[in-house]
Every structure is written in structure tokens, then in C-alpha cells.
């Protein structure tokens, strides 16, 4: 090997990690290893000093991690350093799984020992065979276990995990999920377009990489390894197998480690599908900047590999189109159109989900069990937040479900049989049905203290009648309801300081003490806490906002703001994010729009999707003079002011003349406020030149405005 003359040889060192550790001379062999392996190279045959021999090293590894692994227990030094994270990998080269023309070299080396099959049953084998992976020798074995013209169902399903060849096709399994009618429509475009391009040779190929955001549960995992199977069948993968990541797998932990775990998880992946989860954990500080090495890293080879590879980027809705946003190279490998929304399962969904756990487990359900389980279903789902687990929901009740069917069998042998009765519901599932139904509190409690608002509290009259409604069907008919009362999206109306804030914050209260709303708190934003400063930024903002609201009331003040900055403003996309909340979250949360009377209007005219979701619009007139007089008076005995008659009568004056002066801009009872607190003031710096000894002699006069208080001063 280190003779630089004579013909050029190569030495191949089979299950080298085995003869290395093994040899009984191991210094004499690192020695000449590590002699030969720092030698030149050079072009010139027989140059001095120099070597063109080769030594091949084949390790019986899987993959470069578990040959990282053996590298500390190797005798040669330079071996170790090749082998090591720290180093450049260039001599190193992973021999992939067998391909066709291996496999089918196997097939006629089987059927030497008189095996045989049928021509359809060898093209199945094969597909199976590539898209599962493994190498010669396994699949000699299992090759060999079979009987002439045995039916080779079973022991398929038992070898193939990644596709199971001769049942249904990847496109009929996808059609067969529940729900995802969306995404299977978006999935089958997808398949025709590829399926045109194959069939014209100008066509240009499209980029294949998506991006599936959802909550969990959603069947994200599910599609990602449908997808490969669909293009596997397509002759797009070779594959079309699935390998799942997070982050963390993509991260070194020390440097030049990063893009080497990368590369192997890209490696493992090729010709098949490369799932990475929450891969906006990739973009964390915390990370320490591995993350974004990985992510460029990533890019790099879902470019260079676009014909070998699939990678589908997974995650939350807000924290993936953020994601996106965070390297410029994302949008371009995936465009808008290849980003897969996957949404909550509806409660109809969710039951059919919950009935296939059961059903698969050999039982049946009551049909009282049956009633039960859909209401829990449904309450489920109204409380959900963003980290419902969809799917996951439905698997944990099922396995509740069965544990306590389980103790009821064995205290019940021999009445026991497969069949999920009432009783075989835990307590804590029964929970979210076993609640107080929602009762006519009193509406009045929205006004008390509350002067006017006549024209108001007449519009929440058949919300309330609504409500003792449901109540009467159920003492008298003693039935489930059917028809569920919901809170509605309103929109207020009117000047500053008609009430409309105020309001907001009481309706919150009499909805949780009605139980239609499970908290009844008032989050109170305006344009500035919703919209972002730069793309993507605005849905997380207003859904941030949106999950802080839930099950109480969102008041968005001046909302028509929202419209008012050109067609290029964020404003529009919460709008959009909007839309959907009210649809969605239409069981636990209020919206309340409130602003000026006419931009009001128009802003719901220009967007009809929005309008046509909130039904109740709600005029706030200005208060008349003598209201406003009798609110100053009430907010001044509430403090525990004196307010005499002819203060108040001095009041209607003054108010009069500034809601002349200020028009538009007055502001009802903000206006109020101002003034009493000017009143305040002025009795104040009155008092502290009153003498001492008279106001000792009368107290009550510390405590009680005059007409002079009303005087604007300086």
C-alpha cells in the first residue's frame, strides 16, 4: 500500500470494525494506516514519496451516528480524527439500500431454489421492497419463507411498515380520513399537476416542499406519510417513505455538529419524505444560532436534492407563517400555495374519530352512551384552545373509556359483554355536560347605576328572551336542548363616552352568569394591539389578543381604524384573522366592534364577510343635558361630594355651552369626567383659602361644590 511503484492496488477491509479491534498487532497496523493515510497524492505515477493506492474500510454501521459512535474504540488515530464531528467528511460515502436491479437479481437468485411467483406479485414485492428499505441478506431470508404460490398478504403486512403493497392506494387511504376535506383537495391538485407534468416534457416542475400548519392532532403526521406514498406510487420518489424530526434532531451541540446532523437526517430522508414538527423551534434564540445553521443547511439540499426529496415543515398556525418569514430562502421553496392549513376537527368529526378507537377495538356504544358522548364531544370542542389536541382528545377518552368498562367487568363478570354503557363514561368527561344550564339572569344588572341608554337596553330584550326560553323548554319538557343559545358578535355605535366601553365589561359579566361564557372578562384593544409591523407578524398579534379573550368578550374600539390605512395595510389581514375567530370561536367568545356611528357603518358595508357575522348592531345615543347633569351628580355623591340643586342647574349650562363649542368632539361622559375632575380642583384651591376656624365650624363645607367650581381657571 505505500510502494509507490508497481501496478496500483486497493485493499477493502470488510466489517472493519471488527478486524480493527481485533488484529493482534494493532500498533504495527495504526502505524502503517496512519503512514499511508498521510501520504500525497499525486498524478504522476511513481513520483517518490508519493502513493495512488487505495484502502477501503466498510463498516457494518446503519448510518454515520452509530459510526460516530465507534470511532472512540477504533486503534487508529487518523481513523478516529476521519470519523470525529469535528471534521470534514469527504472521505467518507454511505452505501444506500439495494435498488431495482439488485432486487431483481435477488428475485431470479430465489427462484433458482424453485421458489416462484407471479409476475404481478414480483412487480408488488418490489415497490414494497424499495420503499421499506433493508439490506440483501434480510430480504434473502424473508424471499426464502415463501411457498410456491402462497398467498402473500399477511407476511406483507407484517414486513412493510412504510407502504403495504396490494391494498388500497395512498389516494384512497387519504380519501378514507376523516374530515380534511380541505386538505384533501389541496393534496389531489397537487397529484394531477404532477401527474401532468409527467405527461409533457416542457411542462417545468414545481416545487414539491410544503408547509402543513395546524393544532396537534390534526392529522398532519398522517398526510406527510401519505404524501409519499402518493408520489412513490407516481414514480416521483423512489421511496416514499417518511422520516420524522424535530429541531432538536437537526442540532449539534457544538460547532461544525449542526450541519453534519443535518446532512445525515437529509441522507436518511432522500427519496422520500422529511417531516420536520414544530420547526419553528428552529428559529429560537436559544438555539444559539444552530438553529438557523440548520435551517440554511436544510435549504441548501431542498434545492440541490428538489428530485430525491419532500420536506414538509410542520407546526402551529401563527408560529409557522412566522417561521416562514424568517429566512428568505423559505417563501422561495415554498410558495403560498404549498402551505396546507389543517383545521380543528368539528364535533361531528371528532365523534366518527372516537367511534373508530372504540369500534376498532372490538365494542359497541349504547345508544344512550352514544347521546352522551356527543354532547361531551361537543362541550369538548366549544372549550378547546390551542392546544386541544384533536385526534389525541378523542384516543384519550377512548382509552378512559375502555379502563372504566374494564373495572365494571371484572365486579360484573358475568354480565359483562363489549358494549360501552352511560356508566363506562369517567366522571371527569361528565363534567363538561353536568353543568348548570344557563339561566335568565337579570338584565338590568347590565344597566344599574347606568343613566339613559333606554334605545340599549332595549336591543338585549331578545337575547334575554332567548335565554329564559331555553330555560322554560327544559323545566317543562325535561328534554336536552336542541337548539343551543349562543352569545352573538355585536357592534356599538356611537360618540366617545356613550357607554359603550362600560357596557362591553357588564355584558361580559351577565353572559358568565347566564353560563354562556365560562369567564365573562372584557380584553379591551384598539388597531395598535392587533396589527404588526412587518409580513406575518399581524395573524400572531390578533390571535395572541384572540386566545386572551376566550370565553369572555373582545372590544375592539375605533375598529373601522382596521380599513382606513390603503389596500396595502395590515390592517386587512385582521380583518381576514377576524372572520374566521368569529366562526370559529363562535361558542366562546364575544366580539364587540365599537367606534363613531357612520365610519361604523361603512366599515361594516365594505366588509360583508364580517358584517353577516354580527348580528346585533347597537346605536349609543348622546346623552341629553339633563343626563349628563344627573351623571356629574352621581359621580360626585358617589365620592361623597355635595352637590346642590342649583350646582347642577349651573351644570346643564356649562355642558351645553362646551358640547356647542366642541361638536364632534365631545364626548359625553369622558366630558363629564373632565369637568368633575376640573370641579375638584377649583374646591380645592377654594378650600385652602377659606379660614380655618368656619370651615372647622362647618365641615360639611369641605365636601360641597359651589357654582364658582364649575368656572374654568387657570
Known amino acids: 500500500m505505500e510502494q509507490s511503484e508497481g501496478p496500483l492496488t486497493a485493499v477493502v477491509m470488510l466489517q472493519a470494525e471488527t478486524f480493527l479491534q481485533h488484529q493482534s498487532d494493532q500498533r504495527s497496523l495504526a502505524a502503517r494506516i496512519g503512514r499511508w ?63 431495482t436491479d439488485e432486487i431483481n437479481r435477488l428475485f431470479e437468485l430465489v427462484k433458482t431454489t424453485g421458489r416462484r411467483w ?40 407484517d414486513w412493510f411498515t412504510q407502504y403495504i403493497p396490494g391494498g388500497k392506494s395512498a389516494l384512497q387511504q387519504l380519501d378514507d380520513l376523516v374530515g380534511l376535506e380541505k386538505v384533501k383537495g389541496h393534496i389531489k391538485q397537487n397529484a394531477a399537476l404532477m401527474q401532468l407534468m409527467q405527461t409533457n416534457s416542457n411542462f417545468q416542475k414545481p416545487s414539491l416542499h410544503m408547509m402543513f400548519v395546524g393544532n396537534p392532532g390534526t392529522g398532519k403526521t398522517t398526510v406527510a406519510r401519505l404524501v409519499g406514498e402518493i408520489y412513490f406510487e407516481m414514480n416521483l420518489l423512489k421511496r416514499g417513505h417518511l422520516v420524522q424530526a424535530q429541531a432538536s434532531d437537526l ?36 438555539r444559539g444560532g444552530f438553529g438557523q445553521e440548520a435551517l440554511d443547511t436544510l435549504i441548501l439540499r431542498m434545492e440541490d436534492d428538489r428530485d430525491r426529496l419532500v420536506v414538509i415543515f410542520a407546526g402551529y398556525p401563527d408560529k409557522m407563517l412566522a417561521f416562514r418569514q424568517s429566512n428568505p430562502g423559505l417563501p422561495r421553496r415554498i410558495p403560498e400555495e404549498n402551505i396546507i392549513r389543517f383545521d380543528d376537527f368539528s364535533p361531528d368529526a371528532l365523534l366518527k374519530i372516537l367511534r373508530n378507537f372504540i369500534e376498532q377495538a372490538g365494542f359497541e356504544i349504547d345508544e344512550k352512551a352514544h347521546k ?54 369517567p366522571a371527569n368527561y361528565l363534567g363538561y355536560i353536568d353543568r348548570k344550564i344557563p339561566e335568565a339572569s337579570n338584565l338590568d344588572d347590565i344597566f344599574t347605576g ?47 363616552g356613550t357607554g359603550k366601553t362600560t357596557v362591553a365589561r357588564r355584558m361580559g359579566e351577565y353572559f358568565a352568569s347566564t353560563g354562556l361564557l365560562r369567564k365573562g372578562h372584557c380584553v379591551e384593544v384598539s388597531r395598535v394591539n392587533l396589527v404588526g409591523e412587518h409580513v406575518g407578524e399581524t395573524a400572531i398579534k390578533t390571535m395572541q389578543v384572540v386566545r386572551k379573550a376566550l370565553d369572555g368578550v373582545l372590544f375592539i374600539d375605533e375598529a373601522y381604524a382596521l380599513s382606513e390605512q390603503g389596500g396595502h395595510d395590515f390592517g386587512r389581514e385582521v380583518i381576514d384573522t377576524l372572520i374566521k375567530v368569529l366562526e370559529d370561536y363562535q361558542d366562546r367568545l364575544v366580539v364587540i366592534f365599537a367606534g363613531y356611528s357612520a365610519e361604523m357603518q361603512t366599515f361594516l358595508h365594505t366588509n360583508p364577510g364580517l358584517a353577516s357575522r354580527v348580528p346585533l348592531i347597537i346605536d349609543f345615543p348622546d346623552f341629553s343635558l339633563e343626563e349628563l347633569a344627573t351623571i356629574l351628580k352621581a359621580m360626585a355623591e358617589e365620592e ?29 361622559g369622558r366630558t363629564v369626567r373632565s369637568l368633575f375632575e376640573g370641579m375638584r380642583v377649583n374646591l380645592s384651591r377654594r378650600l385652602l383659602n377659606m379660614d380655618r376656624e368656619m370651615l372647622q365650624q362647618n365641615p360639611h363645607l369641605l365636601y360641597q361644590f359651589e357654582v364658582s367650581d364649575l368656572k374654568s381657571r387657570s
Not at 64 to 93: F, G, H
Request: glycine share 6%; proline share 3%; charged share 25%.
Open 37 to 99: 493515510q498521510t501520504q500525497p497524492i499525486n498524478a504522476v505515477r511513481g513520483a517518490r514519496g508519493f502513493s495512488n493506492n487505495i484502502c477501503l474500510f466498510v463498516f457494518s454501521a446503519f448510518s454515520e451516528v452509530q459510526l460516530e459512535s465507534l470511532a472512540n474504540r477504533l486503534p487508529v488515530p487518523e481513523l478516529r480524527a476521519i470519523l470525529s464531528e469535528q471534521t470534514e467528511k469527504r472521505d467518507i460515502y454511505q452505501i444506500m439500500y439495494p435498488g
Open 118 to 157: 407471479s409476475e404481478n406479485q414480483q412487480k408488488i414485492l418490489l415497490r414494497g421492497i424499495i420503499a421499506e428499505g433493508g439490506n440483501l441478506s434480510l430480504w434473502t431470508r424473508r424471499l426464502m419463507m415463501i411457498a410456491n404460490h402462497e398467498d402473500m398478504s399477511t407476511k406483507m403486512r
Open 251 to 286: 442540532i449539534g451541540e457544538v460547532v461544525g455538529a449542526t450541519a453534519i446532523k443535518t446532512n445525515h437526517l437529509v441522507n436518511r430522508a432522500l427519496d422520500g419524505v422529511l417531516f420536520i414538527d414544530e420547526a419553528y423551534m428552529l428559529t429560537e434564540e436559544a
Open 372 to 425: 352522551k358522548l356527543y354532547q361531551i364531544v361537543i362541550e369538548m370542542h366549544r372549550q378547546r384552545n390551542e392546544h386541544f389536541g384533536n385526534a389525541g382528545e378523542m384516543r384519550n377518552l377512548h382509552e378512559a373509556i375502555l379502563r372504566q368498562w374494564a373495572l365494571r367487568a371484572i365486579d360484573n363478570e358475568s354480565e359483562s359483554t363489549h358494549v360501552i354503557l352511560p356508566e363506562d363514561i
Open 450 to 496: 347606568l343613566v339613559g341608554m333606554q334605545p340599549v337596553r332595549e336591543a338585549f330584550q331578545g337575547l334575554s328572551a332567548r335565554i329564559e326560553y331555553q330555560q322554560l323548554v327544559r323545566e317543562v319538557a325535561g328534554s336536552d336542548i336542541t337548539a343551543i343559545v349562543r352569545p352573538q358578535h355585536m357592534a356599538f355605535l356611537g360618540n366617545p
Open 640 to 668: 361623597g361630594y355635595i352637590f346642590p340643586d342649583e350646582v347642577k342647574v349651573k351644570a346643564l349650562l356649562a355642558l351645553s355651552k362646551r358640547k356647542q363649542d366642541m361638536t364632534r368632539s365631545f364626548g359625553n
